[in-house]
């Protein structure tokens, strides 16, 4: 699967969410600090790594930032991307079950090694719902403005 990435900063887990990815044999595409020739602010970052989620280049992706807060609402931003804030494995699970949710949100500074592959795991496992009240709430999405 090819996925974007985008990171404002080195520091904490931003690099191993990289490696962690291109370990479990995906394609990694990168943004913001993780890529030299890009602005590595966190509004712009995440707003690359969500674009090329929409417009095809990626499948799904990762955006990182300090508390994780502020790049999931600059995916969102973005039509198309349903981003998830995910602190844990259990609401990982749950935004790939319930919403569908194609891009993670992970805070750089909260997310351990260790957490990181259990959110991994936890995100790549979960399936969308065929729920016919859960397969409305994410195509009402698309509606809301």
């Known amino acids: 699967m090819r996925i974007s990435v985008a990171a404002d900063s080195l520091d904490g887990v931003a690099g191993t969410v990289v490696a962690e ?4 044999g995906h ?3 990168t943004h913001g600090a993780l ?3 890009e602005r590595d602010d966190w509004a712009w970052a995440s707003e ?5 989620v929409a417009e095809g280049r990626a499948e799904q992706a990762v955006v990182a ?13 973005v039509a198309g991307v349903r981003a998830a804030l995910c602190a844990d494995a259990h609401t990982a699970d749950g935004a790939r079950t319930w ?6 949100a992970l805070s750089i500074r909260l997310t351990s090694p260790a957490l990181l592959t259990e959110i991994l795991d936890a995100w790549f496992a979960g399936t969308p719902s065929t729920d016919a009240d859960d397969v409305a709430n994410v195509a009402h ?3 809301i403005r």
């Open 27 to 29: 394609e990694v595409i």
């Open 99 to 104: 919403n569908d949710a194609n891009v993670l």
């Open 48 to 52: 690359s790594a969500a674009r090329d």
């Open 21 to 24: 990815l291109r370990a479990r």
């Open 35 to 37: 890529n030299d020739d």
């Open 65 to 77: 930032c300090w508390t994780g807060t502020g790049a999931a609402i600059a995916a969102n931003k």
């Open 141 to 143: 999405l698309d509606e």
